[in-house]
C-alpha cells in the first residue's frame, strides 16, 4: 500500500528553537496535529545539548538570550553531522539583510512572524519535500579538473580537499556542472533550486554564487556571469 504524505511525515522529527514558551508549545500542538513528532528547545544552548542528528528539520527563532538563532545556525551548517539538516528561520526581524544573512550560511527558508501556523505547516512540507529529493543528474559523479562531485555522497572536492557547503550551493555546482557551457536565468535557478512555493528573492541567487565562487577556488572563475541573462559554468 502506498503510503500518504501524512504517514510519511510521522516518521519526521522537527525541533522547534524560540525562548518564548507560549509560542513554542502552539507551534508542538500543531505541527504534532498534522503528525510530526515535535521536540523544543528554549535556547540554542538548550538545543546544542540535544542529539541534533535525529531531527529532520529545524525551525529555529533569530533573537533569543546568549547565544543567536544566527550563531546556532552557523555552528550547525559548519559541523558535519548536521550541516544537512534544513533550518527555517522564524523571526520577528522583518528585514533582507537578516534574511540574506540567514541564507548565506544555508538557512533553507525564512518565516517573519507575526505568521499563520497554516504558512509554518506549508513551508516545512516544502523544504522537507524538497530535501528529500536528490540532485537528478544522470549521474553518480562529475568531475571537471581538480573538482570531484559525487552526488550520491552529497560532497564535493577540491584539489583532493573536501569543501563543505549548504544543500543549495551544492545543487546550483551539480546544475551548472552537468549542463557546462549553458547559461540559466535566475527565474531558471530559482525554479530549480528552490521550491515554488516558497518566495525567494533574487538577490539570494547572487549570494550563493558569490559564496560559491569562493570556495571554488582557482575555479570559481569558470562560473561566468551574463549580464542581463544569468549564470553558466564554462569550461
Same mark, same amino acid.
Do not use: W
Given at each position: 500500500m502506498q503510503k500518504t504524505e501524512t504517514?510519511?511525515?510521522? @516518521?519526521? /522529527?522537527?525541533? %522547534?528553537?524560540?525562548?518564548?514558551?507560549?509560542?513554542?508549545?502552539?507551534?508542538r500542538f500543531n505541527l504534532e496535529e498534522e503528525g510530526y513528532s515535535v521536540d523544543v528547545a528554549f535556547s540554542a544552548e538548550e538545543a546544542l545539548a540535544l542529539n541534533l542528528t535525529d531531527y529532520s528539520l529545524i525551525l529555529l527563532d533569530i533573537m533569543m538570550e546568549e547565544m543567536?538563532?544566527?550563531?546556532?545556525?552557523?555552528?550547525?551548517?559548519k559541523r558535519q553531522d548536521t550541516s544537512r539538516i534544513p533550518i527555517i528561520f522564524c523571526t520577528a526581524k522583518d528585514n533582507e539583510d537578516d534574511m540574506v544573512n540567514g541564507l548565506n550560511i544555508g538557512v533553507d527558508d525564512y518565516i517573519t512572524k507575526p505568521y499563520s501556523?497554516? $504558512? %509554518?505547516?506549508? =513551508?516545512? !512540507?516544502?523544504?522537507? !519535500?524538497?530535501?528529500?529529493? *536528490?540532485?537528478?543528474?544522470?549521474?553518480?559523479?562529475?568531475?571537471?579538473?581538480?573538482?570531484?562531485?559525487?552526488?550520491?555522497?552529497k560532497n564535493c572536492s577540491i584539489?583532493?580537499?573536501?569543501? !563543505?557547503? *549548504? /544543500? @543549495?550551493?551544492?545543487e546550483l555546482l551539480v546544475l551548472m556542472l552537468s549542463n557546462p557551457g549553458r547559461v540559466f536565468s535566475r527565474e531558471e535557478l530559482l525554479k530549480k533550486i528552490w521550491p515554488e512555493? %516558497?518566495?525567494?528573492?533574487? =538577490?539570494?541567487?547572487?549570494? $550563493?554564487?558569490? =559564496?560559491?565562487?569562493?570556495k571554488l577556488g582557482v575555479y570559481g572563475k $569558470?562560473?561566468?556571469? /551574463?549580464s542581463g541573462y544569468g549564470y553558466g559554468f564554462f569550461k
Open positions: 504517514q510519511m511525515e510521522q @516518521k519526521q /522529527r522537527i525541533l %522547534v528553537v524560540d525562548d518564548e514558551e507560549t509560542l513554542c508549545e502552539a507551534l543567536s538563532g544566527t550563531t546556532l545556525a552557523s555552528i550547525l551548517k501556523i497554516r $504558512n %509554518v505547516i506549508a =513551508r516545512i !512540507r516544502a523544504v522537507l !519535500r524538497r530535501c528529500s529529493q *536528490p540532485v537528478s543528474t544522470g549521474q553518480s559523479d562529475i568531475i571537471y579538473k581538480g573538482i570531484h562531485i559525487s552526488t550520491i555522497e584539489d583532493g580537499k573536501d569543501i !563543505r557547503m *549548504p /544543500r @543549495k550551493e551544492f512555493e %516558497v518566495v525567494v528573492l533574487d =538577490r539570494v541567487i547572487d549570494v $550563493n554564487i558569490t =559564496r560559491l565562487r569562493s $569558470n562560473i561566468v556571469t /551574463r
